[in-house]
């Protein structure tokens, strides 16, 4: 069966609605193809806070000195230089205006008083979703999609890109139950299918160090087949094998903890035997190796009220909060006997590290290891605790592309009529991608793709 549209939309998680509602607002007739029953990818279980410098929430928090370059720096610095700066830029630039569109026009509903300070970056500068989830603006994009009249296809897999016989990319030919059709684009095709950190086999190849002890955070979707599809159709990947492990994972199912992003207000991390090992603020990369050389290579991220009500993790995340302690990996408590009793640390120890860390408190303070913004008093309960392994979570690489979405040969040519958008690509995020990163980087050029598409087919 084949269908003539002006832009096909592959992938339905936040680059992929972000290019569909684009391209249909610059009057393409599109439609989005999404090869799981659902939509949503990684899109949807991410924490989904996004980075945008000089944000609205900035000012109430008495941030006035943040800027896209230096959110350009922080971003370039925390890949290791190896990232494409001018990609980069692309993206801080455009970050604003990005969430402002998620705000005002799509309806995302964000927290007005408080931001994430992620790792690596300079700044605290995320957004918070309500909910601090993706789901908040995955709802909100299927409910534009639908108020727009797109088309949004499910069970249908992009198998293969069509070219024309000089070269551009003019449709894809997909399946759904064994059955093939073919959708054609007059304007082009965006590629926006997601990582592959749900296929082992295929990180294991690019990456042999991440082997099968590693489980994963990723949607089961984000296998990463159209990688190789683009690969066909001429496209470059490149940094194929930086593979972001996110430190805080569950040791049993390997899907994330957002519950114990208490440490971005003040939770400690602690190993074994009670002692803190690396600065909690510190790059995913760094903590994921940390941890993984302490005994038995997991962690205890431990926090008590004080922390948790600043973020409250604990009543934001309920199902996480009641499955963790009934899988036995969480536990809450009045007191630090009670902590050590649980995690099995050293009474002694544990009372010492928390003597030491509740004396350094706050910004400027902590003389062992330097903690950014700043450690917090934990001598009163209630106390969390939960263990924690580092899980495969972002694959930095994927096919190269320039400042406008467009999908590159080995050569450096552009593509004509593919264009690719989110994790997908392979040039922003160098060796290391920088929490909140994400979801500024979909959305900026998904909608730059979308945009583009929907041009060329006029
Ligand atoms: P991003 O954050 O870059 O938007 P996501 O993981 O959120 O990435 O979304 C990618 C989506 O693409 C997922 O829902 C995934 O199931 C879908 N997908 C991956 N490969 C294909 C394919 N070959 N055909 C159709 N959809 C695909």
Redesign the pocket.
């Known amino acids: 069966k084949t269908s003539n549209y002006d832009v096909v939309v592959?992938?339905?998680?936040?680059?992929?609605?972000?290019a569909a509602i684009e391209a249909k607002n610059a009057g393409a007739n599109v439609v989005l193809?999404?090869?799981?029953p659902?939509?949503?990818?990684?899109?949807?279980i991410?924490g989904a806070e996004m980075n945008a410098a000089r944000n609205w929430v900035q000012p109430k928090l008495g941030i006035t000195d943040d800027s896209p370059e230096l959110h350009a720096q922080d971003t370039f610095k925390g890949g290791d230089g190896k990232g494409d700066m001018k990609v980069i830029n692309v993206m801080t630039h455009n970050a604003l205006d990005a969430a402002k569109w998620c705000r005002d026009y799509l309806g995302v509903r964000f927290e007005d008083d408080n931001l994430f300070f992620f790792g690596g970056h300079s700044r605290k500068r995320a957004l918070i979703p309500v909910g601090h989830t993706?789901t908040e603006f995955i709802a909100k994009f299927q409910a534009k999609a639908d108020e727009l009249g797109i088309p949004v296809i499910t069970n249908?897999?992009?198998?293969e890109l069509i070219k024309d016989k000089d070269g551009r990319v003019v449709g894809v030919k997909?399946t759904m139950d064994g059955n093939t059709y073919e959708f054609n684009a007059k304007g082009g095709v965006v590629l926006?299918?997601?990582?592959f950190g749900a296929n082992p086999q295929m990180v294991k190849k690019y990456n042999p160090k991440i082997d099968e002890r590693f489980k994963t955070t990723?949607?089961?979707?984000?296998?990463?087949?159209?990688l190789y599809?683009a690969e066909r159709a001429g496209a470059e990947l490149v940094n194929m094998g930086y593979i972001q492990t996110y430190p805080i994972c569950d040791p049993i199912s390997g899907v994330i903890e957002l519950i114990a992003d208490a440490r971005f207000d003040g939770a400690i991390m602690l190993n074994q035997e009670g002692k803190r090992f690396v600065e909690e603020l510190d790059r995913r990369d760094v903590l994921s190796e940390a941890i993984l050389k302490q005994t038995g290579g997991y962690c205890w991220v431990l926090w008590n009220d004080k922390i948790g009500s600043i973020s409250n993790t604990v009543k934001e995340h309920p199902t996480e909060y009641e499955a963790f302690t009934k899988q036995g990996i969480m536990k809450t408590c009045d007191d630090l006997k009670c902590i050590a009793d649980f995690t099995k640390i050293p009474g002694e120890q544990l009372e010492a590290t928390i003597k030491r860390v509740s004396s350094m408190a706050g910004k400027g303070n902590d003389k062992d290891f330097n903690h950014r913004s700043g450690l917090v008093d934990m001598t009163q309960g209630k106390y969390y605790v939960i263990k924690a392994v580092p899980s495969v979570h972002h694959t930095m690489g994927g096919v190269r592309i320039n400042e406008k979405a467009q999908a590159l040969t080995k050569e450096g040519k552009v593509i004509p009529g593919l264009w690719a958008?989110?994790?997908?690509?392979g040039v922003t995020h160098g060796t290391n991608r920088l929490g909140g990163n994400?979801?500024t980087?979909?959305i900026v050029f998904?909608r730059i793709a979308g945009k583009a598409a929907a041009e060329a087919a006029k």
Not at 38 to 44: E, I
Request: aromatic share 4%.
């Open positions: 592959i992938g339905a998680g936040g680059a992929g609605f972000s193809l999404e090869k799981m659902a939509v949503g990818g990684n899109s949807l991410s993706g249908m897999k992009a198998e997909a926006a299918t997601g990582g990723d949607a089961p979707g984000t296998t990463g087949e159209a599809m958008a989110g994790e997908v690509t994400a979801y980087d979909i998904g």
